[in-house]
């Protein structure tokens, strides 16, 4: 490490890399430290680990100023990190800007995140608590579209019990359909169709409806878990499932199901998301490829990174037309440009860390990818990939000049040493020459008595008078003289104790009473010979 104030480099830590660039899951921990536990395992006496800023992200869209990203953390056997809600990067400012629940004060209902789509003006967020609308800065809820996600009876049930906490149905995608209805897919609890171009409003008008997956559908596919929902031109709701491909006809009511057989050519029945291409196939991402539907007959594509595909982005680029394929483990790129009818001829190229140092950092679990002006953006498993060019990629982690601050509660260990060196307090010249026009008296005037004088208990006569200079520098001589220029006190002030102050008793170089009327007193500060005068006036 190296210090930024002298230059000096010590070898006081070691960094434990995910690859050649420090970003999520990388480690700092000390190298002087040589114990072993019981086992021989090396210990050290403190380790840092960089913990995702974006965990997960599950979803990406864009604006003309910027990007907005919906996280739905990492499972096992990776490290587990929860989603953390939205977060958008600002073009030109390059600056983030985070929703989660607890910073909206519980209008991001949920911080998992599955999808996000733009409909009416809004962005439609998919939660695991449900769905609701946000226009950036205001946030939209039906409070009938949450009773009808909120699954679970909790009437009469003690909320400060977390065992009693209600259970939510997920809202796994968001689609609209040419009616410009909303349909919300659920993970197990069907589908919810809502008859409105932009519910934001709790209106009883809405026409909100629950549509379950028929019981007729085979092998029980009514009750499997559902990964994605998209609806295509025809108007033909797509359901991508565990246990196959699930659609429903919205025009005709007609659902059908497509699973894998030696007929058809479907790779898996396990099937993570759907996609239509801009010539209307219909592509699906399954655990052992890319499924391209050419009329009843699916052409494959499994020389990618990794069998299991999880999303699909089509982007007409300069250099040609893409169709970019985010896997389990890294991404592929797909020329679309000489592709022939029953896609048979695909080429792919494939990326993925370790391939080499232009590629991303990060490449697990790509589950969105989104192109802006040629600008890629690849939502990892712990973080974002941002594509500037072919050989150029930014993953918004810790660069050279960066500067790492690390505060710690942890207690010293017998190897720590700190050293602490100390000023001691002075008197700055400069500063008394300053401060000097802040000197005052109180009471000014001074009228018979003053508040802190203490009574006279005395049979006759009066009691102790008394003013007070204020803001005095530590040392400094306080003449007062009559308006004639006579000397009628001297006093000598000395203070360890900054804005200090000095009492006048109102007697005179012999002891005696002064009579009422103006004085001048003159104010010199010992260190520094600066100097002040002013005016104080006994009244009677």
Partial sequence: MEDALTNDTLDLGAFKLDGSTLGPNSKIYPLQYEGQNKTGTQEFTWELIFKPGTPGISAILSDDSGVLMGTRGTSSPRPIYSGNGLHYYHFETKAWKTWSHASTGGNLINNTIYDIKEIGGYWWIATGFGPEAFDGSRWYRNYRLEQIFDITDYSGKDW???????????????????????????????????????????????????????????????????RDMYIDLNNVLWLASEVGIISYDINNNTWNTIRKSTANGLPS???????????????????????????????????????????????????????????????????????????????????????????????????????????????????????????????????????????????????????FETSSGYESNTLVKQDLDKVAVVPNPYVATAVWERKPYLASGRGERKVYFINLPEECTIRIYTVSGELVRKIEHVNSVYDGSEPWDLLNNDKLEVAYGIYVYHIESKASGAETIGKLALIK
């Avoid at 359909?177 to 659920?186: E, H, V």
């Avoid at 982007?315 to 483990?329: A, S, Y």
């Avoid at 072919?390 to 050279?400: A, L, R």
Wanted: some cysteine; proline content about 5%; hydrophobic content about 35%.
């Fill in 269 to 419: 029945n396990n099937i993570y998301t759907v996609y239509q291409m801009p010539d209307s196939t219909m592509v699906f991402g399954t655990s052992s490829g890319a499924a391209f539907l050419i009329n009843d007959h699916f052409s494959v594509v499994n020389d990618l990174p990794n069998s299991s595909v999880f999303c699909f982005y089509y982007d007409e680029m300069e250099t040609g037309d893409t169709l970019w394929v985010g896997t389990k483990q890294g991404f592929a790129s797909i020329d679309m440009g000489s592709v022939n009818s029953d896609y048979s001829n695909l080429v792919t190229e494939k990326f993925k860390d370790g391939y080499g140092d232009s590629t991303m950092s990060q490449d697990e679990d790509i589950r969105a990818i989104f192109f802006k002006n040629n600008i890629g953006w690849f939502g990892t498993a712990f973080g974002i990939e941002q594509r500037i060019s072919e050989n150029h990629w930014n993953s918004f982690g810790p660069e050279p000049g960066d500067v790492f601050q690390y505060k710690t509660n942890m207690p010293f260990s017998s190897l720590d040493h700190f050293e």
């Fill in 160 to 226: 400060s019990n977390p065992e009693f906490s209600p259970t939510y149905a997920k809202c796994i995608a968001i689609e609209e359909d040419q009616q410009g209805r909303i349909w919300f897919a659920t993970e197990i609890n069907g589908l919810v169709r809502v008859n409105t171009q932009g519910t934001i409003q709790t209106s009883l008008d809405d026409d909100i409806a629950r549509v379950f997956l028929p019981d007729s559908l085979p092998n029980s596919l009514s009750i499997k878990p559902v």
